[in-house]
């Protein structure tokens, strides 16, 4: 890892400052200038004294924790920054951060104030409750004299710098070491000469409802309701994003009290613009037996929706309330399609499960979910994202553009989307120009979406059946609104006789989230196919398993490696193939290993790397599930392997010490050692991997007749 010069922080700090004093100028007001010409008028060891304080947690820090070898004479500085008020003595007013980070020996010392003593067995929270109890005001003053802790000052003013500089309250500092230090990368082209607001109004709103929806789950019951019964004295945002921030804070603040003063909570959710803060008004006053009232606004949201979120919401709620419905359109989306059968293997990826029983079908089948519709929508708009507008990216630490997180995207530019939509006048014109994006710009951050080598080929299929018209109808739909559709999109991506469709899988018990019908609502008007996919489990006979075990120079996937791997192919109670081979490790094996499976350096020299059978190894395990003695050592040694050569890898997999220990409970052990001697099993080579592989899949056997059974019993409970 680079190593950073002794006062990286400090460097870090001026560059931050730098973009603060200059392009964000003026969006300061006098006391932030005057805090910027304040700091830089300390000494260089003050100013490193202060910025180190930045880096801290808690706003209270142990003085003693502020000596650092690089700063000279440490106390001098600290008066200084004290005097200037950069710290400050730890007064009365910081009792409950202070409390948060004192250790179980001063807690006792503060007990002591109080004529009590803490005994050493007494644990550090039965000692908090005692000093909340019995220690008041004088006790504290007593212990604040022993100046062990200093408070940070002028955190507002770095807050709201923060603010300005990253776009939200959640960064710091340390991302510009991160950044040094190669970890984070940033988009080091960005010219970072335009400030995020244009005006200082607009952006110490911004900060104002940023900071009042983070404090909200910072304060108790009262103090909520206390905020809540002052609503009407908030001040008026001003701007796209503090309307926005004012809008979830009043949401949040509103759903905390809704089972304390339902009164009070509905008013507050009533000034807010969020779809769920209306939602929640509209249900609650309908229990409340307002019920004209609340038909007449979703009658209005009907009329005039303000999103599609709260039009979804509506046009249900009507529906079911007052036109006797009796179900949701999400149930009735789910009830509609017929249930496919799907082996019980796949219940940790049920997406991965139909993918391959399509397949089997000879259809193209692809997992696309988010990533394939998010993709479309960087790649298309990439130009107009992040080359138009030198304000797209704000710093280089910046990933999604501005227009996106606050959804003004199609607003600020309507013209050019629009131009660059009416000239796609074809399908296969529409992939070569975003193959040509994705060539030019492969692997530059964006936070949009994840660049994928497997991208292209989905995208060659996509848009070899896609019809244009909905394709560019979804396009405008991303643009005009991507807070709502850049998600919820279906699982799969499908292509049979019958042409391009796409399929949200569910489970049993899986339900249809909002954000999914929402979507796949636009979707539909688009032109698209697209269906909701119901699954139920089944023990399919004709499910193929490749019972699996390996040697390796050791125990740990990520430093070892393997030497070995035996497969047996297993469809019914039938072995029906095998494959066994050496594999070269590329290190010594370890005398210890030698003598444990026979294997050793001479046997392993000529024999393939692990490159060179890797494809072979997953056509051979291809739609089958991974079984093992202990899956997790097999299947994490096989994955790591894969992950070697940049390759993922993922297949249901079935344990057979899991699953002995359900059909077969209350053995003494269930080692593959003991299975065998229990089951009279032969085991020609222990600790070779073939033979150990044909030695589990006699118990997997075992297990598959415990597992009809268990099936069979749960049939004859349903009828």
Known sequence: ?????????????????????????????????????????????????????????????????????????????????????????????????????????????????????????????????????????????????????????????????????????????????????????????????????????????????????????TLNTEQQLALANNHEQFPAPKGTLANSHCDRFLLKLGKNLLNVDLPCALAVLAKSNEPLAQEKVLRERYKLGDKQWVQEQLESIIDNPDSEVILAFAEDFLARKYQQKRTSELTDMLRAQTPILIDEMYMDSVEHGVKLHYQKLAKQAFRTENRLWRALFGLVFWHELFEIDNTALITEFDYSPQSLSQNTFYQMHEQAIETRLYRMTSSQLVFKQVSKVMLEKYGTPNGIFRWNKSLLEVLAVFFDHVRLDAFKQQMRLMAQDFSTFSDGYPDLMVVDKKGLRFEEIKGPGDQLRKNQLITIKAMRKAGFDVAITPVEWFLDPNQPYAVVDIETTGGRANNHRITEIGIAKVIGNQVVDTWQSLINPQRHIPRNITQLTGIDNEMVADAPLFVEIADTLRTYLADCVFVAHNVNFDYGFIRAEYERLEQNFRMPKLCTVREMRKAVPGLPSYSLANLTHHFGIDMTRHHRALSDAEAAAELLFIINDYRHQEAQKKAHLKI
């Open 1 to 217: 890892m680079k190593e950073l010069p002794s006062k990286y922080y400090l460097t870090h700090f001026h560059e931050f400052l730098g973009f603060i004093s200059g392009p964000c100028e003026h969006l300061l007001d006098a006391e932030d200038k005057g805090f910027i010409k304040q700091f830089l008028a300390l000494p260089e060891d003050a100013q490193c004294l202060f910025v180190r304080g930045q880096n801290r947690k808690s706003a209270i820090i142990k003085r003693t924790s502020l000596d650092y070898e690089e700063i000279n004479e440490h106390q001098k500085h600290l008066d200084v920054l004290i005097n200037e008020g950069f710290y400050q003595e730890v007064d009365f007013e910081h009792k409950q951060p202070l409390l948060d980070i004192l250790t179980k020996p001063e807690l006792a010392l503060l007990l002591n104030f109080a004529g009590l003593k803490a005994k050493s067995s007494d644990a550090k929270a039965s000692v908090l409750e005692a000093v909340e109890t019995h220690c008041d005001k004088s006790h504290f003053q007593q212990f604040f004299s022993e100046k062990i802790y200093v408070c940070r000052g002028f955190d507002h003013h770095i807050r709201y710098f923060l603010f300005l500089f990253f776009g939200n309250l959640g960064s710091g500092l340390n991302k510009f070491s991160m950044r040094d230090m190669g970890i984070m990368p940033t988009k080091r082209n960005v010219t970072m000469n335009v400030a995020r607001f244009d005006f200082i109004d607009e952006a110490k709103s911004a900060y104002y409802y940023a900071s009042k929806r983070r404090e909200v789950n």
